[in-house]
């Protein structure tokens, strides 16, 4: 049982994207058709990049890749555009979207005293939550609303600690993209990647389903 190994850690603070509830497929779905509307070429693998990092970084790292220049205006409005694709998407979240073992996972950590937060880039982050009825796990929720310096910065972490009262190293960082394990590992803290090692280098532990934190 994974959870065993982190015994003597107080928090864990949880990404929310592609590690809670699998919305990844509908930002990249969204940012896709973006890309399609800018004539740019977009792989799933270049969207990798994409994953952790805020809406702004994602439309410039979008951007990058098809050579095109915008001004900040311009870019406001894509990201908007995309956004509101997105939020489409969102309107049928329901608790079935929550990815396999997380209620159990958050219940265990509950029952268990430990401490819980959301260290999330999304400024979607607290409708994603009311959809799913999880919101109530968490003591502490910091999100895209709250943070100035996007993952790979510590920042949402650190946050997320210091509000929960707790020294970094007694924190362990659910993550699924590259930025947030850099992000978590600068922050001293204990990373559980969800996903593959060649893909996400520098975690502590790896698993492919949360399923496997209490199996
Ligand atoms: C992260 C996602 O959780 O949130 C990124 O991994 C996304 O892909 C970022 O760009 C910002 O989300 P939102 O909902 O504020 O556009
Ligand atoms: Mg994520």
């Known amino acids: 049982m994974l959870v065993l190994k982190f015994q003597h850690m107080k928090g864990v603070i949880f990404d929310l994207d592609g590690v809670l509830v699998d919305t990844a497929v509908y930002h990249f779905?969204?940012?896709?058709?973006?890309?399609?509307?800018?004539n740019i070429d977009f792989t799933e693998s270049d969207n990798e990049r994409l994953k952790g990092v805020s809406r702004m970084r994602s439309l410039e790292i979008l951007l990058e890749?098809?050579?095109i220049s915008a001004s900040e205006e311009e870019k406001k409005l894509l990201a908007e555009k995309k956004?509101?694709?997105y939020m489409e998407m969102l309107q049928n979240l329901t608790e079935d979207h929550l990815l396999p073992g997380a209620r159990s996972l958050l219940n265990y950590l509950k029952t268990n005293g430990y401490k819980i937060a959301l260290g999330s880039a999304s400024k979607n982050a607290r409708f994603i939550l009311m959809k799913l009825g999880i919101q109530s796990f968490f003591d502490v929720i910091v999100d895209g609303n709250r943070v100035v310096n996007a993952k790979p910065d510590p920042e949402v972490f650190i946050k997320a600690a210091d509000d929960l009262g707790l020294?970094?190293?007694q924190c362990v960082?659910?993550?699924?993209?590259l930025a947030g394990i850099e992000a978590a590992k600068s922050a001293g803290?204990?990373?559980?990647a969800v996903g593959n090692q060649d893909l996400l280098p520098g975690?502590?532990?790896?698993?492919?389903?949360l399923t496997e934190?209490?199996?």
Request: with cysteine; net charge positive.
């Open 65 to 67: 890749l098809g050579h």
């Open 83 to 85: 956004n509101s694709w």
């Open 203 to 209: 975690a502590d532990w790896y698993i492919q389903k």
């Open 29 to 38: 779905m969204a940012w896709k058709r973006l890309a399609k509307e800018l």
């Open 173 to 177: 960082v659910f993550e699924d993209s």
């Open 189 to 192: 803290m204990k990373v559980v």
């Open 213 to 215: 934190c209490l199996g």
């Open 167 to 169: 020294p970094y190293r």
